[in-house]
């Protein structure tokens, strides 16, 4: 039996490693095993075009009338000399070795370009750099490519070292080896392994293994026949671990090239090569670029919803460094189980703010949906403030698998390596453009050359800012009961008719600029079925009310916009979970239970929706928009297709998040081509080019301890091209409606409230709780009143884009449109002065072009 125990175990674990990495890659990407990979070729020496003393050392590759790109091709530093300020911006930071914090691996990384981590053949992650991997072991190349170079290195070396031999024998495995070795053989397994008495083991005697010492117990081995699957035995017999060195091989390149006033940094995939029992999860790319040091002054740019910024050395070390996904989680890798007010990264944008010069790193290609963003301050790792991407390669997940009343949690990886090149364009900036509102206007023109942004229709000309009003139509799912039999049956909240009744005393009270969402109006209501067919739910008037509904909207020029959902739906009726959502990779459909507000998290009781797989969207739209048509509607709103970007791992057929984000690109376009006007939610930026409004856009950061400042970025970038405004004031976590008015003000946004006809309490109880404050004529006074105030300044900046924006000081700041207008806000409770100007306590004041104040 005791000999049983042993083997079972090694049954499991080679179970285990086969499981776990069966679709760890694709053929194409798998490096070579160890012993066969090919010795590193330097190539030939690379010669310099150029030099300057402000780069000493460092070699000059190409040129433009902008910039300069130096490399030092010893250790793949680089450097960028921006001609018109003088300044030198470093992939590493120059002073890095005089570093008193950053110690070990820390250490090392100052000095990398590219970090990658790994799972070793345990389920560990592990992590390699092109410093203390690949220059260390003089394995880097550098070759010239079109208008630009490439660096290529080899992380880890293929030569056997003493981490090939196994850590630890049993006695039975030590005789094995020794009665297969001659003499000079056995003498070597001697030197190399030491009995330990007391626990009867040989354990490697790693002092003795050096030179040729450690040579001759490698060539023991190799004589005793000792074999992978013998180290797998003798692991799982002494329960320990290992990885053998020379077989956790990869090599990567980082391809640099000069475009105008940018550097573009490229990780091309096809140049990414590792061991099939090693697949990639992640790549971080120039970790210190531009990185700052404790002496200097500046902020670090972050996209974490609107925009904030962390200031350099602000001392914050007993907080979290900034990590953020760029367009929120995938549904179908990781679905939040509480409620939570994160707000989501919409811009795949950061940045670096000095005095006079900044840098703005913009994320490209399909490179963005599967980035992240990190950000850290000097005094925790190291003595630099520096902010970087990193991309996913392979994700993975668990499976837990029972047998024999035993469980055992196994590794399940994709199947294939992302399908996209990693690219970040770096622009630089100086003068007055070295700010958050130089890099928002910068990234604006960026779009805009690149067809990112929408062109402002002259339909889109009214001359007061648009009042988002949120209808929920019916199918609020209620339980009744009949003779004592419970049923479900839909009720309506608010029907086309009531709906008319709610725009008319709006119109009544000189809210001329309305533009109409109307929720919950087919198919089932609010949570409705799959839009390939779509029917009007009777219980809120039916296709004839709805008709009656768009006859008015157009006889007053209300934009009317139904709201459908393309990316979740509930099961049923049409819908096919098994087939049609998308898969994790647990193998499982992808579903997302709606959250219990008393105790914000996710009620498992209720039903799910389903994350819809992104190869049904093209079918969805098209069937879709075939049902729009014949119902004659002009716009529509897309409540996620502009929110979510998910994947699917279902087995075979997997589809990843950049290939999903093309995806939901071509189904805007198709609906775009209809030349229906959109209204969607969210507004990640690959969606923006379709847009016309939009809804719940971000309208503040997460708050993270680390940020410093809240900035409006994302205002910046689209105002003047897409109306929008933040979520609904009613179901808002804004408890004062000052506070409120002051925001929209400055930061240019619209009104939003999301309103019902029925009264608050049809919702109790019901999965629609959360609207627990839609009542519209508990509201309506209050409403206009905001409206009001907000249209009476935004009015004078109608369709203006955002030129500048700043914290004239503490509680207290200043936006300045295209015309000219500015308008200074004060959330403090007392009074400021500033420019000579008084500004009450909650107040504002605003200034035309001629300096007149009003």
């Not at 066969?36 to 000059?60: C, H, R, W, Y």
């Not at 911006?89 to 090392?108: C, L």
């Not at 090569?273 to 990185?291: K, Q, V």
Request: aromatic letters at 10%; one cysteine or more; proline letters at 4%.
């Amino acid at each position: 039996m005791n000999k049983l125990i042993p083997l079972l175990a090694t049954i499991a674990f080679t179970l285990f490693l086969l499981i776990g990495c069966s679709t760890s890659a694709s053929k194409e990407q798998k490096g070579s095993e160890a012993e066969s990979i090919e010795p590193f070729e330097q190539g030939q020496v690379f010669l310099s075009k150029f030099t300057d003393e402000k780069v000493a050392g460092m070699k000059g590759v190409i040129e433009n009338e902008n910039l300069q790109l130096f490399i030092d091709d010893k250790n793949g530093n680089i450097a960028i000399h921006h001609k018109k300020t003088g300044k030198v911006w470093y992939s590493n930071p120059p002073e890095r070795a005089n570093d008193a914090i950053a110690t070990g691996v820390n250490k090392s990384l100052l000095s990398a370009q590219m970090q990658i981590d790994f799972y070793n053949r345990f389920n560990q992650l592990n992590s390699v750099n092109t410093f203390s991997d690949s220059v260390a072991n003089e394995q880097i190349r550098v070759e010239e490519v079109n208008d630009g170079i490439r660096v290529t290195y080899r992380f880890g070396k293929t030569e056997k070292s003493v981490e090939d031999l196994p850590l630890m024998l049993s006695k039975d495995r030590y005789e094995e080896l020794n009665n297969k070795l001659d003499k000079n053989g056995q003498r070597s397994l001697m030197i190399a392994y030491k009995e330990n008495k007391e626990t009867n083991v040989y354990e490697r005697n790693d002092s003795a293994l050096n030179g040729m010492q450690l040579e001759k117990a490698l060539q023991a081995f190799e004589d005793a026949g000792y074999t992978e699957e013998h180290l797998q035995e003798d692991m799982a017999e002494l329960n320990f671990t290992q990885e053998n060195a020379s077989s956790s091989v990869f090599e990567a390149a980082i391809e640099y090239t000069l475009e105008e006033n940018s550097l573009v940094v490229n990780v091309p995939i096809e140049r990414i090569h590792y061991p099939e029992n090693y697949p990639i999860n992640r790549i971080s790319l120039l970790n210190f670029f531009g990185a700052a040091g404790t002496e200097d002054e500046g902020s670090l740019l972050v996209p974490d919803g609107s925009g904030a910024l962390i200031h350099f050395n602000n001392g914050k070390t007993e907080y979290p460094s900034y990590q953020q996904p760029v367009y929120g989680e995938d549904l179908a890798l990781n679905v939040r189980e509480n409620q939570s007010m994160e707000q989501e990264v919409r811009l795949p944008v950061f940045g670096i703010l000095y005095d006079t010069s900044a840098v703005l790193g913009i994320i490209e290609r399909g490179g963005a949906p599967v980035a992240n963003i990190h950000a850290d301050i000097s005094g925790r790792l190291n003595s630099y403030n520096y902010i970087y991407p990193s991309f996913s390669v392979i994700n993975k997940d668990e499976v837990t698998l029972q047998a024999n009343e035993q469980e055992r949690t196994l590794p399940k990886f994709q199947e294939k390596p992302m399908k996209t090149d990693y690219t970040v364009r770096y622009i630089f900036l100086n003068g007055d453009k070295a700010t958050y509102s130089g890099m928002a206007k910068s990234y604006q023109e960026y779009l805009a050359r690149r067809d990112g942004l929408p062109q402002f229709k002259s339909k889109n000309n009214k001359k007061d800012v648009p009042f988002f009003l949120d209808l929920v139509g019916g199918a609020i799912n209620k339980q009744k009961h009949f003779v004592g039999i419970p049923y479900h049956a839909l009720e309506s909240l608010t029907s086309f008719e009531e709906a008319k009744v709610i725009l008319a005393k709006l119109k009544s009270k000189n809210i001329n600029h309305i533009q109409l969402k109307y929720s919950g109006w087919f198919n089932g209501g609010v949570n409705h079925k799959v839009p390939t067919k779509i029917k009007v739910d009777d219980v809120i008037g039916g296709s004839k009310g709805l008709k009656r509904l768009m006859e008015y909207t157009n006889e007053n020029d209300i934009p009317l916009f139904p709201d459908v959902a393309l990316l979740s739906i509930y099961n049923g009726g049409g819908f096919d979970a098994e087939s049609e959502a998308s898969r994790t990779l647990k193998g499982v459909s992808a579903a997302v239970y709606p959250i219990d507000i008393t105790l914000n998290r996710r009620d498992r009781d209720k039903s799910p929706s389903y994350v819809v797989s992104p190869k049904q969207i093209e079918k969805y739209t098209v069937d879709m928009l075939q049902n729009i048509e014949e119902i004659g509607l002009r716009g529509l709103s897309l409540r996620d297709l502009a929110d979510q970007l998910n994947s699917d791992f279902r087995k075979n057929k997997q589809i990843y998040r950049n290939e999903s984000k093309e995806m939901v690109s071509k189904a805007f376009q198709a609906i775009r081509a209809q030349e229906l006007d959109l209204l969607a939610n969210g507004g990640n930026a690959y969606t923006l080019p379709y847009i016309t409004s939009l809804t719940n856009a971000p309208m503040s950061n997460s708050g993270y301890k680390l940020e410093d400042e809240e900035i409006p970025f994302y205002q910046m970038v689209i105002r003047g091209f897409i109306n929008y405004t933040g979520n609904p004031y009613n179901l808002s976590e804004f408890t004062d409606t000052r506070e409120y008015i002051l925001k929209s003000i400055e930061y240019g946004s619209g009104v939003h409230f999301k309103w019902g006809y029925a009264p608050n309490h049809e919702v109790k109880d019901t999965e629609f709780d959360y609207l627990y404050s839609i009542n519209y004529a508990a509201w309506m006074k209050e409403a206009v009143e905001i409206y009001q105030e907000i249209n009476q300044v935004l009015s004078q900046v109608v369709n203006e884009q955002i030129q500048t924006h700043e914290k004239l000081q503490d509680g207290v700041f200043k936006t300045v449109y295209g015309n000219g207008v500015a308008i200074i806000v004060n959330y403090n409770q007392t009074e400021v002065t500033v420019d000579g100007k008084k500004i009450e306590a909650m107040n504002y004041v605003t200034v035309t072009g001629g300096g007149d104040e009003k």
